[in-house]
Structure formats: C-alpha cells, structure tokens
C-alpha cells in the first residue's frame, strides 16, 4: 500500500477509525510531551521502518497525547513539508520489497534547510514494536507474529497488525536536535550520512534493549567458541601433542559447550512470559517496583549486568520476568549446573540460562570454554544476571561475594572494552519463602536437598498458599569504566591477548564485590511481615501486649524516616494496625484476648523462620539499636565513652551485616543515631551535652528503647561467647576450626536453655567470619603451629561487654562454654 497517496484520501481517515477498534499501544514514557524541549522546536518522528500500520499507530497515540501529527503539514527553513514523519529505512518495491539504500529524501532535505534557520528541529525516535507489550497476553499462535530481528513483508505486517494491535509496544526517545549536527561546518551530504548514522545506532540499541541481541543459531555460537585462540589452547594442552588426542579434546570441548550454552527462543520466553504471570497471581498479592527508572536509563546504550541479591529459586525467574516486562530484554542468566534437570533444564535454556558447574579447579580445558563462552555473550551487548554470593542466603543476611563471575566479567572487558558495561544491583524483600522450611532444617545440621524433577512437582502445591507480596528494588548501577579508571588506572595497558589474568584485577574485584553488596542493602525494602519480625524477635518470648506492638512498629517507622540508611531504602505506606492485620492474614502473628489488653504472639516454628526476614533488614538500624543497647545496663553513658564502644564493635557490624559506612566515618554516623533517638524522646542529653541520659524505669519511651537495644543483643552475645572461650582455653590452645566448632556448640546450647532454639543464632558461618575479622584487627594471631595466639588485651572486650549484657548472660555464656582438654588441643594442634 503506497503511504503517501492514502494520507490524501477519505480511506485514510476510515482507517484510522477501523484501525482504532483494536490497536491500543502501550506508550513509553506515559506521557511523551516532556520531549518537547525546547517547547517551540519544530517535531519531527522517526519510524524504523514504516508502513501505514506503524504510521496509524503513531497517529492515535499522538492524538491520545495531545502531541502534534504525523501527518500535518509544517513549514521549515523556508520549505513546506506535508508530514512530521521521517521514515529511516523505507521499503521499494512491490512484490518483492527490498530496503532502499538511498535514504529518506525528507531528511535529506530537512539537514540541508537546518543549516540556514536559526529555529530548531527536533528529530523524535519512535520504536514500535508488534507483540511486544509488557502487559498483555497472547496465544500460542499470536506469538509467531510477535517482534524479532526480522525485517518482515506485508503479508506477515498485516497478520502482526491484526492479532496484535492490542499487544504493541510503542516507545518515544528523546529528540535529537538536528541544527547541532547541521551547523558543525560538515557539508550537506555528509551531515545528512552523519545524523542517519546517528538514528540507525539509536533504533539499532533500542531494539537490542527491547528484544534482545540478534544472537546466531547454538550451533553456530558453539563453533565460534571453539575458534577461540584460548579454547585452541587449552585443546593442544589437552591433547598431549598427540592427533587422536586432539579429536578427543575437541570433542570434550564441544560437549563442555553445549552443556554451557543458552538457546534463547523469542517465541519461547514469552510462552514462559505468559506461565509466571498465572504463578505470581497464584502464590503472590503483587510485585512492588521501585526504582527502576535508573536501569533505563543506563540500558539505553550500556551492556547490563544484574547483580541480585540471592534469596530464592525464584529469584531467577522473577528478575527475567520483571526485566521482559519493562519492555527490556530477558538477560542471560548463569545457573547452576544442578537446574539442568531433565525437561526443566531444556526450557531455562530458552527462557536465557546458561550453566556453570560449582567448581572449575583442575580443569583449564572447561574453564577456558565457558570463559569463551562469556565473552562472546558480553562481546554481543547481550545483558546477564549472576548471583555474586554463590548460593541462596539461609540466614536472610547477604552472604560475602564471589568473585569467579566477576573476574571473567572483567577480564572479558580489559579485552574488548568498546561496550561499556553497567552492573545493576537488586534488591529482592520476600514476605514468605517457598524454602523457608528447609533453609531451617538446612541451618540446623539437614542435609542440602538436591533439585529433582520431583522435588519441583511436589512444590507445586504451594501454589495454593499466600506467600504476600514481592519487593524489588534496583538499586544504584555501577559503571564499571569509572571504577577501573578509580582503582587502577592503567587498566587500559594490559595486555588484552593473554589468556592469564593481571595480578591487580584480585583487588579490583574485592572491592567491587563489596560495592555491590553496599548498594543491594542500601536498596533494602522493609516490608510489614520484616517490621512484624524485627519488633516481636525483639521481646523474651515472642509476645507483645497490642499497645505496645502498635507504638513500637510506629517507632520503627519513624527512626527509618529520621535515620536514613539510604534515599533508596522503601518503607511501606501502611499503618500499626494495617501492618498487624496484614501479618495476622499471612498467618505470622495470632492474638490472644484478656480483660486488661490484647496480646499478639509467634508460635516458635513461625519465630524461628521469621529470624529470616528481621535479619533481611537488621542493617538499617544497626547502629541505633547498637547505641540503645548501650544504656539496657545504665542509665548514664558519656558520649565520648558511646561512641568508643561503637568503634570496638563496628568492624564485626560492618562483617556480619554488610555496613556501607567505611571506619573512619562511624564517629559521625553514631552522632547521626543519637540525634535521632534523641528526637525520638528516647534519650536525652545531659550536663553541658557530654552525658546522654536514658528515660526513667518502667516508662513507655524506657521500654521502646530496651526493644530497640534487644535487637542487636544475639550479635554482642556471640562476640562476647568468642572472646570467653579464648579467654578461658588460653592463648595458643586452640586453632581456628576448633574455636569455630566450640563457638557453634555453645550458642546452641545457649539458645536451647536460655532463649529462642533458632539455627541462625549459632550459624557456624557467623563464628567463622566473627573470628576472621578478629585476626584482620589483630586481636588474634596465628601461630606457627597453626593455634590462635592473644595478649591480656583481650580481657578489656570482656570488660566492655559488662556494660551492655546483663549479668546473668553474663554468666551463663561463661558457665556453657566449653573448656578445650589436652588430649584434644593435641590431636587439634596435629591436624593443623
């Protein structure tokens, strides 16, 4: 159909009406009048490629939009045009339609009228794209006409039009005012190639960020793979220098390959599309996004790296799913090899998954083809997401990074870095955990269970539960570019050909592994069942009068609000009471009635598990809680005393918790809390502001301080469990895997007798890196005998500890710590 002569006719006008009745695009940004700047530059759209249905389908959203039309008339430059439509690269032909290689001739002529007006011209970008709206279903067969890389005839145009109309995905840019290209000194010609250049790249990039990358066939992406100088290599090592031990290798090879390799199908993840959002309204109330204008902005022309926290199986699925409907597309995703189950594996492959193994120690032939495999994937501009903590957290805590998908990352960067790369982190705020159960059982000693197909069938049936809403959070991206120029500016003289990694990356990759860790807490979303956790964990047996709970969820509120952790950090927008009905509709708290007051409790089961979720936003009042734990002792504390208390126990908050604050600013974030209990009435300054002052006994603001303290009491009770049982076994008696060991058993001894029986408490991982950090501030050495050696400095720990545990965990901890025997230190001191 010839465009231009139906824009003169009445058929034109008919069939926009006709065309009216089913299309209904999906518009980004909702409202694309903000474009317009400055306000009196004349407009022009750009379409990809064209065509009456792309041209009513811009027509309508301009109306809907209040945005001039396409196909009005304008004068520029002293020329008259009949439309405000530019198409980029038009179809010649008939019957058989090829791409025009001569340009657009309005372009042409509007690069030439640019160069003698001083009004502006703004060349707006309009993508739209057929069967790719990120809110609309579609059947099996509606999906073969959805969009792709295909530079699609008329027949197949007509058939996309008319089944998905109602599933199109049209999307404005930003202008790109066309008198700064025109006036460069460039001759005409060569202005005009320049900004065409310009409009191809932008649609080019937009679709890669919308559909995904035009990657080739497995097959084909597997050959390149095994071209690779490294992989070639790592054959002839493998080899021996021997013809048949080379066809051997390089069919290990291909194996290894093919066992890694994504084969993404377009028509397949939006099958896949179509079955999560039936299971997220099956299991889920919603999925809360925040923040995510930020990831679009960077994916416009930046290769993204997501980098999520780890909490769920589901993790993987919902990141994909999220991502695909923003209008992005779906990332590669690293997986473990344990996911390639039968069936399973086939369509994870589809949907974007590739796999590793857990470990590649002792085989360079494996190593090199999967980091071939990763730079031909990154070398592409296809976007990928990895977990950086190497496994789901148990705990709720973030687990401390890995670097082994870091490291390729980077080096595959230092080789080729004309793509920038991006790193995104994300936050994920669970209400209820599908693997609660036996992340429990797996913290208590349990064996990990293995993924089967079985396994998978058998969770089904919690789809018939409520698992309350989901919380993602983007947090801040990290541009990797700025960061190597940061750290180790001379990153861009490595040598890009060699296969061994440079000695300096090691470093570059601790400290991005932190930063992503810092910025995926500093998105944290505190949600109503996480406060529920963190105020009733707070009290002796997980019961708390309704008054009380009502005021201290308020409380906790307020001091996120004082106490900013992070701009970025969400707060739900609920009442006390509406989080107490909430909580009490997923099942977490019950209410008991008596004459004096209702109390609101946690069966044991339900408190252990939630341990989980108080843990997943302990981080954000930390340091409060830590300042309030100083007075449950006494009444009186001197600033200067508070904050050297902070100090001593700082590095193991910042450890265990993933802190953002570096050491030499704690003094002033403690000055931060205090204010902010201060306005909260639950301290007060005392003679000439020296001396802070804790409210009177029995008072209500006394009491919410003591549930604020109590929340960071199991951390100082497992520091000081540490320092008595060094204490009491003696310097150079013990080694570290056996303090460990000790440390874990008492806890849960401990936590049996005295307090909540939860496995997070004697996490054998929390000792570990409790005792690590002991060594780092040189409070513990170790000897050449490999047994951990201390001086009488130790024993002031313990004294500061008296001013914030009561005596009587005091003695309990030193009457159920274990007391090493010799013939143990013996047989310990031999295995070391």
């Not at 005839?153 to 199109?168: I, N, S, Y």
Request: proline share 4%; aromatic share 8%; with cysteine.
């Amino acid at each position: 159909m010839n465009v231009a002569g139906s824009l003169a006719s009445p058929l034109y006008w008919l069939a926009c009406r006709v065309f009216g009745l089913w299309a209904r695009p999906v518009v980004q940004p909702e409202n694309p009048t903000g474009l317009r700047t400055p306000a009196d530059a004349e407009l022009v759209y750009v379409l990809e490629t064209g065509g009456l249905a792309d041209l009513l389908a811009l027509e309508r959203v301009c109306r809907q939009k209040g945005m001039p039309s396409p196909t009005e008339a304008f004068d520029y430059g002293g020329r008259r045009e009949p439309r405000r439509v530019v198409v980029l690269r038009r179809k010649a032909g008939f019957l058989f339609r090829r791409a025009s290689t001569r340009g657009s001739p309005r372009l042409r002529r509007l690069v030439e009228a640019a160069a003698s007006t001083p009004t502006e011209l703004l060349l707006v970008p309009v993508a739209i794209y057929w069967g790719r709206s990120p809110d609309k279903d579609r059947s099996l067969f509606k999906l073969l006409f959805s969009e792709n890389w295909e530079v699609v005839g008329r027949t197949r145009k007509f058939f996309a039009t008319l089944l998905l109309g109602r599933d199109t995905l049209l999307r404005y840019s930003e202008g790109l005012p066309l008198r700064t290209v025109a006036t460069e000194d460039l001759e005409s010609p060569v202005a005009f190639r320049k900004v065409s250049r310009i409009l191809r790249v932008h649609f080019r990039q937009r679709r890669a960020a919308t559909v995904g990358p035009d990657l080739s066939h497995k097959r084909t992406l597997v050959n390149q793979v095994l071209r690779s100088p490294a992989v070639q290599r790592a054959i002839d090592a493998e080899a021996a220098g021997t013809r048949h031990g080379r066809e051997r290798a390089e069919k290990k090879a291909r194996r290894y390959a093919l066992e890694i390799a994504a084969d993404i199908s377009y028509p397949a993840i939006r099958v896949i599309e179509r079955l999560l959002k039936w299971v997220w309204n099956q299991i889920y109330d919603g999925i809360e996004l925040n923040h995510v204008d930020q990831l679009h902005e960077v994916a416009k022309s930046k290769e993204v790296v997501y980098v999520p926290c780890h909490r769920s199986h589901f993790d993987y699925l919902l990141l994909g799913y999220i991502v695909y409907e923003e209008g992005l597309h779906v990332p590669h995703v690293a997986a473990g090899i344990n996911l390639n189950m039968p069936v399973v594996g086939s369509i994870l492959r589809r949907g974007g998954a590739f796999f590793l193994r857990r470990s590649f120690k002792g085989n360079r032939l494996y190593a090199s083809v999967f980091d071939a495999y990763l730079h031909l994937v990154i070398k592409r501009g296809h976007s990928m997401e990895y977990f950086i903590e190497g496994g789901r957290s148990r705990t709720g805590r973030l687990l401390a990074p890995k670097g082994g998908m870091l490291v390729m990352t980077l080096h595959s960067f230092i080789k080729d870095p004309r793509r920038p790369i991006v790193f995104v982190p994300v936050y994920f705020g669970y209400e209820r955990l599908i693997e609660g159960d036996a992340f429990i059982s797996e913290l208590g000693g349990a064996a990990k269970q293995k993924e089967s197909v079985f396994g998978l069938i058998r969770s089904v049936r919690s789809l018939r539960e409520n698992f309350g809403k989901v919380y993602v959070n983007f947090a801040r991206p990290i541009e990797l570019e700025p960061m190597l120029d940061e750290l180790h500016p001379e990153w861009r003289d490595a040598d890009r050909d060699a296969d061994e990694r440079p000695e300096w990356l090691g470093d570059v990759i601790d400290s991005l592994g932190t930063r992503i860790m810092e910025e995926i807490n500093s998105a944290a979303a505190v949600t109503p069942i996480s406060l529920l956790a963190y105020v009733l964990l707070a009290t002796p047996k997980q019961k708390i009068g309704a008054d009380e709970l009502r005021r201290q969820l308020r409380l906790s509120i307020d001091l996120l609000k004082r106490f900013r952790y992070s701009e970025l950090v969400t707060v739900p927008a609920m009442t006390a009471d509406e989080i107490v009905e909430h909580g009490r509709e997923l099942g977490v708290i019950s209410r008991t009635t008596h004459a004096t007051g209702d109390v609101w409790h946690m069966s044991e089961d339900t408190a252990v598990r939630m341990t989980y979720f108080r843990n997943n936003i302990l981080h954000l009042l930390a340091v409060p809680a830590s300042v309030a734990c100083c007075f449950i002792q006494g009444r009186e504390l001197e600033r200067a005393e508070l904050k050297r208390l902070i100090r001593l126990i700082y590095p193991f908050m910042k450890k265990e918790l993933c802190l953002k604050w570096k050491f030499r600013d704690i003094d002033d974030v403690t000055t931060e809390a205090i204010e902010a209990l201060v306005g909260q009435g639950l301290l007060s300054r005392g003679r000439l502001r020296k001396v802070l002052t804790r409210p009177p006994a029995g008072s209500t603001n006394a009491y919410q301080l003591l549930m604020l303290g109590n929340a960071m009491v199991p951390m100082l009770q497992r520091f000081y469990l540490v320092v008595a049982i060094l204490v009491r076994n003696g310097s150079g008696r013990l080694t570290r895997t056996r303090l460990e060991q000790l440390c874990q058993q008492s806890a849960e001894r401990l936590s049996m007798i005295y307090g909540l029986h939860s496995p997070d408490f004697f996490n054998k991982s929390l000792f570990h890196d409790f005792i690590k950090q002991l060594q780092l501030q040189k409070v513990v050495q170790k000897n050449a005998d490999g047994l951990l050696e201390f001086d009488d400095s130790i024993e002031s720990i313990g004294a500061d500890a008296r001013l914030v545990l009561g005596e009587e965990i005091r003695h309990s901890i030193l009457s159920l710590t274990f007391v090493e025997t010799d013939e143990d230190a013996g047989e310990d001191a031999a295995a070391a």
